[in-house]
């Protein structure tokens, strides 16, 4: 396996590559028009803005590093003249491009992005990035390049306000530097929600000053799913040596495998993807996923269990108890911390695959339990969860944010302001956005990236299983076929997960984001009716390039063959 890895993360990719006026932006703009002609950066040319300046900032950035050009962004007043790239920010213009979108145009002496928001004027650069030569890309600069754009008028707005990647840092961790590596290939696809699962049974990732055991405890392990060189056990009885790529720095002095974020870290991470116009979203996993928790804290939990993060993924006995008001303290100053370093909107508390036996053996014979389940009126243990639930989405919602958790937490209704992030497609989320609640849809048969991505194992890193080729995510429709166009509003957007069992390096993980994420970026932004696979794969392949400058580890044989079973 070990050959195996070395030969995907890099081969080479064919020489298919030519110098190009060909529009090929990903994901697909609303409206293009290509005219004659092009505009040719040089040296000589001018950046300014009215309003926008970091937006205008970052692409001069940007264009510097590739290019070697020492082009600096200015306000307008201040330069003879019009400037030749201009950055307008107009909030007139929001009747007509909405929250996020943009106008560019291209003409052979002059480029202007407007939009009514500082957002609309990034994604309007992002898509300026993408009409320049691939090469642009190069995080070193590049001689003897044309730096030419084609001449286009384009008007752009994304179909959906959410349009997401969620990144499960608790089984395998990836430290700061990597998590922004993320962020900017996000950015490139104008994917703009983050969702960073930090706590699972394998490990907690945040540091919370209050509890510092979380961290000290529930960050580190010794098993995993996987087995390598270092000698680490192998619940499954395979043996990949995945563990091979991971850094020495992951390990601590006792040998064991994790790491967290201060809040340092966090703030740092947040701040980043704030300038890159994305939101990141939190997990916290409860009632369940909660062992990591519990090693640390197991007066909070539901059963008497020596509670430990080396435990089989999956197995998830460790729930936190509901009738402990403690357990609601705990999590109360956990979640205030947490609101303190994620300034969005939502905090996602999972609520999926809550052990059922676990529930039944504990919550259903705890008399205390038993107690708040009369007091209420409930008759059974996923009612209590249900209640559970809507008791931290009180706090939640107090403190000014929304709740957002897995499809199990509609189970047996609702608050009015929480959401729901649909996985199992089983009439969630159209009954929920019937109801009036919002929903993302992440539907496992379309988005969940840790699937293989071939039907010939043997040609790829291990995986959990399944089968999720790249057309299949292109296929992707957020909106639920039986959702009446009255509650279509409630559907935010959609998101693709990569679960991390078997991912034990950010090289692995671009692996398994991308391309696969470029289709999710077009299935979220473009409208329905302009979306072809075939010219989207047309598209894909000058956009590989453009990763192959960035240094990402995309899955090349799936931009080099439509065959799913390669």
């Not at 090929?24 to 409206?31: D, E, L, M, R």
């Not at 950010?506 to 979220?524: D, G, K, N, S």
């Amino acid at each position: 396996m070990k050959k195996i890895l070395a030969t995907i993360f890099v081969a080479v990719v064919p020489a298919i590559f030519a110098a190009t006026n060909e529009v090929t932006v990903i994901p697909q703009p609303q409206k293009i028009e290509i005219r004659s002609g092009e505009f040719h950066l040089t040296s000589e040319t001018k950046i300014a803005f009215v309003g926008g300046e970091a937006e205008a900032q970052f692409l001069a950035a940007k264009l510097r590093q590739s290019t070697g050009f020492k082009l600096l962004a200015s306000p307008i007043s201040t330069l003879p003249g019009k400037s030749e790239i201009d950055f307008l920010l107009d909030s007139n213009l929001s009747a007509k491009l909405g929250d996020e979108g943009y106008e560019l145009s291209v003409t052979q002496q002059f480029v202007t992005i407007q939009a009514p928001t500082p957002a609309g004027l990034f994604y309007g650069a992002q898509t300026l990035l993408q009409l320049l030569p691939p090469e642009i890309f190069s995080t070193n600069v590049v001689t003897n390049v044309d730096w030419q754009i084609p001449c286009v008028q384009i008007e752009d707005r994304p179909r959906f306000k959410w349009r997401g990647l969620m990144l499960d840092v608790s089984r395998h961790f990836y430290d700061k530097a990597e998590v922004e590596r993320i962020l900017d290939e996000m950015a490139l696809h104008k994917l703009n929600v983050l969702h960073w699962h930090l706590t699972d049974d394998q490990g907690w990732r945040i540091e919370i000053k209050k509890y510092p055991k979380l961290t000290e405890v529930g960050a580190w392990r010794t098993a995993s799913k996987l087995k390598g060189p270092r000698g680490e056990v192998d619940d499954s009885g395979n043996a990949h040596p995945d563990w091979a790529n991971v850094s020495d720095s992951k390990f601590n002095s006792q040998k064991r495998y994790g790491g967290f974020y201060t809040q340092d870290e966090i703030r740092e991470v947040v701040k980043y993807a704030a300038e890159r116009h994305i939101t990141i979203v939190p997990e916290i996993e409860m009632p369940g996923h909660a062992v990591a928790a519990l090693a640390a804290y197991p007066q909070f939990g539901s059963d008497t269990n020596t509670y430990t993060t080396d435990v089989k993924a999956g197995v998830n006995a460790g729930v936190f108890d509901p009738s402990n008001p403690a357990t609601f303290q705990f999590l109360d100053d956990v979640l205030t911390e947490v609101f303190q370093l994620f300034p969005g909107k939502y905090v996602h508390v999972g609520g999926d695959e809550v052990n059922a036996k676990v529930k039944a053996a504990t919550w259903g014979k705890s008399p205390q339990c038993l107690a708040i389940m009369q007091r209420e009126g409930l008759t059974n243990v996923n009612q209590l969860q249900s209640w559970f639930t809507k008791q931290i989405e009180k706090f939640v919602s107090a403190h000014g944010k929304t709740l957002i958790g897995w499809g199990e937490i509609a189970g047996d209704g609702l608050t009015t302001n929480a959401a729901v992030m649909d996985w199992q497609e089983k009439s969630v989320a159209v009954k929920t956005a019937t109801n009036g609640n919002d929903v993302v849809m992440s539907p496992t048969k379309f988005c969940y990236l840790d699937y293989y991505q071939s039907t010939n194992y043997a040609t790829e890193p291990h995986a959990i299983g399944g089968f999720m080729p790249l057309e299949k995510v292109y296929a992707f429709e957020p909106i639920p076929a039986k959702l009446a166009p009255e509650f279509q509003s409630h559907i935010l957007g959609g998101q693709c997960n990569l679960w991390t069992e078997y991912v034990a390096s950010i090289q692995h993980v671009e692996y398994m984001f991308w391309p696969r994420a470029c289709a999710l970026a077009e299935a979220t932004w473009s409208s329905k009716e302009s979306r072809n696979y075939d010219d989207f794969m047309r598209r894909l392949q000058i956009h590989a390039k453009r990763l192959d400058e960035m240094g990402v580890n995309y899955r090349r044989a799936s931009v080099e063959t439509n065959s799913s079973s390669n």
